[in-house]
C-alpha cells in the first residue's frame, strides 16, 4: 500500500498557482518526497524531490512541513498542458505509487 | 540518447503465450526498474536492477514472470502462460544510484512510455 495520502482530484484556473498536498505520517528520517506526474497514456514525469528543506526548480516548487509528515507542491503558474494525475512518493529504490490527485486546470 | 525506451509499445497476445518486452534505460544510469499499472492506479513496483544484479522483487512478481538485465545495459521482462489478468501498462524507469551519506541512496527515476499488454 502505499505510505502517502493525497485528495483524489483538484481543479484549478489556468493562470493561478496549484497547490497540492500530500499526507505522508509515517515517512521515516531518511526517506525523501518525490512528486511525479503522469500526463495520460504516458509514462510518469519526475517533477521535484526533498528531504527537509524547500527545494525549487523549472518545473515547481516544494514545501515540506518541519515534522516532514506533509508536503505541498506548487506550480506557480498552472497552464493547460499541466492537466495530469500527480504523485506523491515516499522511500527508496521501491516507490509506492498511490492513486494520486487528478489535477484539471480549467481556462 | 534522449531517454527510456520501451519495446514493443503495444502487445496484443492469446492467454497462454509467452510474451518478452524490452527496456532500454538512459546510458549512464546503473539502475533500472519494473513497473506495472492497470487503469485507474497509480504504478506498481515489480522489481529493480542495479546494474546486472537484481536487487529487490515485489510479492507482485509470480513465478511466470521473470526480469533480466544480462550486461548492466537494457533489459527484457518475460511473462510466461500469459493470463487476462496480466492486460497492464508495463513501465520501465532507469535513475542513478544515490549517495548512501543522503539516506536511502535512491535517486530520482525516468520512465519510458511503457508497453501496454492486452492479454485476450
Known amino acids: 500500500d502505499a505510505k502517502t495520502t493525497q485528495p483524489p482530484s483538484m481543479d484549478c484556473a489556468e493562470g493561478r498557482a496549484a497547490n497540492l498536498p500530500c499526507n505522508h505520517s509515517?515517512?521515516?528520517?531518511?526517506?525523501?518526497v518525490y512528486w511525479y506526474r503522469q500526463i495520460h497514456s504516458q509514462g510518469p514525469q519526475y517533477i521535484i524531490h526533498g528531504l527537509k528543506n524547500n527545494e525549487t526548480n523549472e518545473m515547481a516548487s516544494l514545501i515540506i512541513t518541519e515534522d516532514r509528515k506533509s508536503s505541498t507542491l506548487i506550480l506557480p503558474h498552472a497552464t493547460l498542458r499541466d492537466t495530469a494525475v500527480y504523485y506523491c512518493?515516499?522511500?527508496?529504490?521501491?516507490?509506492?505509487f498511490g492513486a494520486g490527485t487528478r489535477l484539471t486546470v480549467k481556462p | 540518447d534522449t531517454g527510456v525506451s520501451q519495446d514493443p509499445r503495444h502487445k496484443i497476445t492469446k492467454r497462454g503465450q509467452n510474451v518478452t518486452f524490452r527496456c532500454d534505460p538512459i546510458?549512464?544510469?546503473?539502475?533500472l526498474y519494473w513497473y506495472r499499472q492497470t487503469l485507474g492506479q497509480g504504478p506498481e513496483f515489480l522489481t529493480y536492477?542495479?546494474?546486472?544484479?537484481?536487487?529487490?522483487k515485489s510479492r507482485l512478481l509470480s513465478d511466470r514472470f521473470s526480469a533480466e538485465r544480462p550486461k548492466g545495459s537494457f533489459s527484457t521482462l518475460e511473462i510466461q502462460r500469459t493470463e487476462q489478468g496480466d492486460s497492464a501498462m508495463y513501465l520501465c524507469a532507469s535513475s542513478v544510484s544515490g549517495s548512501l551519506i543522503q539516506g536511502t541512496g535512491a535517486r530520482e527515476q525516468y520512465f519510458g512510455p511503457g508497453t501496454r499488454l492486452t492479454v485476450t
Open positions: 546510458s549512464e544510469h546503473n539502475r
Open positions: 512518493i515516499t522511500g527508496g529504490n521501491d516507490m509506492r
Open positions: 509515517t515517512i521515516s528520517g531518511n526517506e525523501y
Open positions: 536492477f542495479q546494474n546486472e544484479a537484481q536487487l529487490e
